[in-house]
Every structure is written in structure tokens, then in C-alpha cells.
Nanobody, 121 residues
Framework: QVQLVESGGGLVQAGGSLRLSCAASENIFRINAMGWYRQAPGKQRELVATITSGGSINYADSVKGRFTLSRDSAKKTAYLQMNSLKPEDTAVYYC???????????????WGQGTQVTVSS
């Protein structure tokens, strides 16, 4: 069974920091792009940041300069360091990745279960 397991969400005051982690399950042979999306109540899911297998990173304008996305290929894990958090960053954050098991013919896109981030003013 393929899994993306997120951790690190929680409640923080405005101006604070959180670090999210997204770990792919052990049966994953290869990972292409990984990224984070978020969905606030009553809003559509939106891109936060993505990173390719080559290390190219794309950030939403709203998080540039505050959030940093990185990945550890050996650990099959992506990290989202979130600094200077604002109340408008409050949302459920979802990990997303293109994964391939050894017997897959190509990459398959998966979502994590989501982790709540709440920023109080």
C-alpha cells in the first residue's frame, strides 16, 4: 500500500514557525515531484510549493520569502519550513507526490491525508 504520511501541523501564534514533513512509504522505488497544497474552509485547494526530482522549486506568491521546501531523497521525505506565519495561512495542508513502485510502468500521483495548521492572531 502506498502512503504519504504528513506530520508537524498544529496551532501557532502569528509570527511563529512550523515544520511539516511528508514521508513516502518504504515500498516506493522512485519519487518524481513532491509538493504541498493547502485548503482553507470554503476555499479551493491551492498550491503552496513544489519541488522536482532535480531540485527545482516553485512557490506560491503568498508564501515566497516565508516558506522553504526541501527534500531528502534518501529518506523519501519532503519538508516545508514555515516561518512568519499569518492567520491567512490557516488551512489543511496536503502533501502530493508522483511515486513509482518497482513494478509500476510509470509514476502515479498520490495525496496525503492532510494536516491542520492553525495560526492565531
Amino acid at each position: 500500500q502506498v502512503q504519504l504520511v504528513e506530520s508537524g501541523g498544529g496551532l501557532v501564534q502569528a509570527g511563529g514557525s512550523l515544520r511539516l514533513s511528508c514521508a513516502a512509504s518504504e515500498n516506493i522505488f522512485r519519487i518524481n515531484a513532491m509538493g504541498w497544497y493547502r485548503q482553507a474552509p470554503g476555499k479551493q485547494r491551492e498550491l503552496v510549493a513544489t519541488i522536482t526530482s532535480g531540485g527545482s522549486i516553485n512557490y506560491a506568491d503568498s508564501v515566497k520569502g516565508r516558506f522553504t521546501l526541501s527534500r531528502d531523497s534518501a529518506k523519501k521525505t519532503a519538508y516545508l519550513q514555515m516561518n512568519s506565519l499569518k492567520p491567512e495561512d490557516t488551512a489543511v495542508y496536503y502533501c502530493n507526490a508522483d511515486l513509482k513502485r518497482w513494478f509500476d510502468s510509470g509514476y502515479v500521483n498520490y495525496w496525503g491525508q492532510g494536516t491542520q495548521v492553525t495560526v492565531s492572531s
